[in-house]
């Protein structure tokens, strides 16, 4: 079975190589079967890829030992949903998951494209089977997960294998990495459409909802990866937070800025024809940046929690990443004229200096975020001393800079496109303005003193009332004109610019997160060692220590303290937070207990015994408005499906244009 | 016997116990130090919640140490610096190369934010052109090329 896995991984290797000179070799000959040729060898290398990738697991779920890979990562007791993830959960299986998700993604991109964009197919092609080859590269030559356990001239196989890193082993981290993966390799998509159309300096806009569509695709899955992974940080690393500035969360959240980014600068392109250098900047950026945070993951280029073991790969990545960029400044260089903006802007009171100024902050944030996750490394190579980045670094230089991100997200619908009157500024600002006044004052007033908690509840109100204004005006519009019920016509409103609304909605789901950010500011933290029957109260609840179990089961072993947790007297609910031992790994990890309330959170971590083992230390944390980071999770996810979905208007515009082009003589412009 | 031998293992892992101090004070300086135990543990001492931190303890231990000693904030965490490298500061300093490090993203920011008058002037100043292919107008090409991709369309 090695053999073939590893026979199946070389084939896709060499397809997907193939696949690259063919489709050049197509254009430059102009050759259509070798360009056919080429998409054909991108189906191949799929088929090849998903091949791999099924004995790879087939080995996983069979406990097939012998794989120097399953034994590293798997055991036999392992629960079914996490063998699945020992897939991803070491090196050599990831880089196959990334291959096979890149695989995937080339062959939906060309199979849907081919025929609409078959110009730029061949393009797509080279880029995607490009960096698909690459990963490949790695699997077949540096990080084989087929090798197999010799004693001597003798496959052997080892009893039971050493087990998932105890930290994976959580429901969130069986959907966390593909999520993820699926985020930063998606990037490949947009990125190989946009190098195409650059590549053919291809006319229209067409090119450009493909690639938004894309981007908005991956920007959601990379999304929702970032989430889970806060969220797995918040309930399975105990220490009472969700993010903590680790060089490799820092890495999924730089492509993720500069994709925000795109996706709102490349409107400015739909609709006015502005800004295409910076578009392509923009997009080929997010691109490498997720490839430069695969390297910063497994490259060893900075020491992580998250990071998988140091390895000789980083060079490739470092590679790879010059010839790319090189590549792509050339042809930007290249093809300024065909870059060249098409209007004119009228003013900095527009809706397009609203995007120059939210792009701005956003790259000033991915910036920041960057610089500090490199300092340490810059600062050892010019001064031979390491000067260590922590949380505090990050929070210090980002919090400002997000509260202006926060404040444009509330003031760029308020401005008009071309111009913006001083009337209708008054207008659309005062009753925003004036509620994020008095939020801010009656916040005061009832003795908040923390500085940036409080601007930040003033304008998260300066938002949500520019985006309820937003859906008010125009679903009374829609309501007096078709004379239907409020609710209705706001579906309405939103069916019929779902780009738009589905927009506005991912801003208040950024308000919703910003709320539970500034909740962290008021955030209670208690440590005790609790013998059995001792109270401690904390933020106004009372926790008493019931009892501690210890029980076995194959994978591990627990030690559970059962505490029960009372308010102002009235009993809400026992706690349970574990302790745990892996028998396999022999590593030991925490399982926090979360009361998840829209006021606060209750935490609970088993932390440690006294030195004496007979009590269990307990930490408490009261966590308020944390819960809020979640529901806004959840209405972002929303917000990104509903501006996926097609407008009514697009819809019925798509069905009827060709018939209209067909009826009108194609004169020359200005007719 | 397995039983009473993790038993015992998760006995000797204990985490030691800070109780003279106010616990949120010791994580509140803890949060100021850098945690270095193995694995790359980019978290704080007063985050880190590995459980068998063999960096957290020794330092938690001598922040509370100082503290019960009358020692100030700073006084106790530049002794925690001093012995244990500067590489546990959770920022950098502001002096030498570490101020570079709290100018560059600000600086930054404001570059941005100065070039977009310039971009500004610059977009308003500039005539409306567009991209020439010979001598017929883009949008011209722009439709027929769009026909032929609907009639293409049609045909398959």
Not at chain 1, 320 to 341: E, K, V
Not at chain 1, 619 to 629: H, K, T
Not at chain 2, 73 to 98: C, I, M, Q, W
Request: aromatic share 12%; charged share 15%; glycine share 8%.
């Amino acid at each position: 079975m090695e053999n073939l896995g590893y026979l199946a991984v070389l084939l896709a290797f060499i397809l997907s190589a193939y696949a690259v000179l063919a489709a050049l070799g197509g254009k430059l000959r102009r050759n259509p079967f070798l360009e056919l040729s080429a998409q054909r060898a991108v189906l191949a290398a799929w088929l090849m890829t998903t091949a791999a990738s099924a004995i790879l697991l087939h080995a996983i779920l069979t406990d097939n030992f012998s794989f120097n890979y399953v034994a590293s990562r798997s055991n036999a007791s392992l629960d079914l949903l996490y063998k699945v993830a020992a897939w991803w959960g070491g090196q050599e299986g990831s880089l196959l998951f990334w291959s096979w998700i890149a695989a995937t993604y080339s062959f939906v991109a060309v199979y849907t494209g081919r025929v609409r964009h078959r110009n730029l197919i061949p393009y797509v092609v080279m880029v995607m089977a490009g960096t698909q080859a690459f990963f490949l590269g790695l699997v077949a030559f540096e990080a084989n997960p087929f090798q197999v356990i010799m004693s001597g001239p003798q496959i052997t196989a080892v009893p039971d294998g050493q087990g998932l890193n105890p930290l994976l082993q959580h429901p969130m981290m069986a959907i966390h990495p593909p999520m993820l993966y699926l985020g930063y390799v998606g990037f490949t998509v947009p990125f190989a459409f946009a190098l195409a159309s650059l590549i053919t300096r291809q006319p229209g806009e067409r090119w450009i909802h493909t690639t938004r569509v894309w981007t908005m695709v991956t920007w959601l899955f990379q999304s929702i990866g970032i989430l889970l992974g806060a969220r797995w940080a918040y309930v399975v690393l105990g220490w009472g937070g969700y993010w903590g500035w680790d060089p490799v969360e820092n890495a999924s959240l730089l492509p993720w800025i500069t994709g925000t980014a795109f996706l709102h600068s490349v409107m400015m392109q739909e609709k006015k024809g502005m800004m295409k250098v910076w578009n392509i900047v923009l997009i080929s950026a997010t691109f490498f940046l997720c490839i430069f945070g695969t390297m910063m993951t497994r490259g060893g280029l900075v020491s992580s929690v998250h990071a998988f073991a140091q390895s000789e790969i980083g060079g490739y990545f470092v590679w790879y990443l010059i010839i790319g960029i090189g590549i792509t400044a050339y042809f930007i260089a290249s093809r300024r004229q065909y870059l060249r903006s098409e209007a004119e802007l009228e003013s900095v009171v527009s809706r397009e200096s609203s995007f120059l100024f939210n792009n701005v902050i956003l790259l000033a944030s991915c910036f920041a975020v960057l610089w500090g996750t490199l300092f340490p490394v810059m600062s050892e190579y010019f001064t031979g001393n390491k000067i260590t980045v922590g949380a505090p670094f990050f929070n210090k230089v980002n919090v400002p800079i997000a509260l202006f991100l926060l404040f444009l997200t509330g003031v760029g619908p308020l401005f008009a496109w071309r111009r913006t009157s001083l009337e209708s500024l008054r207008r659309n600002f005062q009753w925003p303005a004036l509620v994020a006044v008095l939020c801010g004052v009656a916040l005061v007033a009832a003795g908040m003193r923390h500085f940036y908690a409080t601007v930040c509840f003033s304008l998260c109100a300066f938002v949500t009332l520019t985006v309820l204004m937003e859906f008010y005006r125009g679903g009374r519009v829609i309501q007096r004109k078709f004379e239907m019920s409020l609710p209705s016509a706001l579906v309405e409103l939103t069916w019929r610019n779902t780009r738009r609304y589905g927009g506005y909605l991912v801003h208040m789901a950024i308000v919703l997160m910003f709320v539970g950010f500034a909740g962290a500011a008021f955030n209670i933290v208690h440590q005790q060692e609790m013998a059995v029957g001792d109270s401690i109260e904390v933020g106004g609840y009372e926790f008493k220590l019931q009892n501690v179990s210890e029980m076995d089961s194959p994978n591990y072993f627990r030690a559970v303290a059962a505490i029960d947790v009372t308010k102002n007297g009235e009993f809400l609910e026992t706690m349970a937070p574990e302790r745990r031992l892996y028998h396999a790994s022999r590593q030991p990890t925490s399982r926090v207990d979360v009361r998840n309330r829209l006021g606060g959170d209750v935490y609970l971590v088993y932390a440690g015994q006294s030195s004496d083992g007979a009590n269990p230390i307990v930490q408490v944390y009261i966590n308020p408005l944390v819960n809020w980071i979640w529901i806004g999770s959840f209405l972002l996810v929303l917000g990104t499906l509903v501006a996926l979905i097609p407008s009514k208007r697009a819809h019925r515009a798509e069905r009827v244009r060709p018939a209209q082009l067909k009826e009108q003589p194609i004169a020359a412009s200005g007719d | 016997m397995r039983h009473l031998v993790t038993s015992l293992l998760l006995a000797l892992l204990s985490t030691s116990l800070h109780a003279a101090v106010p616990y949120a004070k010791l994580r509140e300086l803890g949060d100021r130090v850098t945690c270095q135990c193995s694995g790359g543990c980019s978290y704080t001492v007063g985050s880190c919640n590995m459980l068998n931190c063999h960096f957290r303890d020794p330092i938690l231990s001598e922040i509370e140490a100082g503290l019960e000693a009358g020692q100030s904030d700073e006084a106790v965490l530049e002794a925690v610096y001093a012995k244990y490298g500067s590489e546990t500061r959770v920022e950098p300093l502001n002096e030498g190369f570490g101020r570079i490090g709290w100018i560059a993203p600000f600086a930054s920011l404001l570059v941005g934010l100065a070039v977009i008058p310039w971009v500004v002037r610059r977009w308003r100043n500039a005539a409306v052109s567009r991209p020439h292919s010979d001598s017929v107008p883009g949008d011209v090409v722009d439709r027929y090329r769009s026909q032929i991709e609907e009639d293409l369309d049609e045909l398959e």
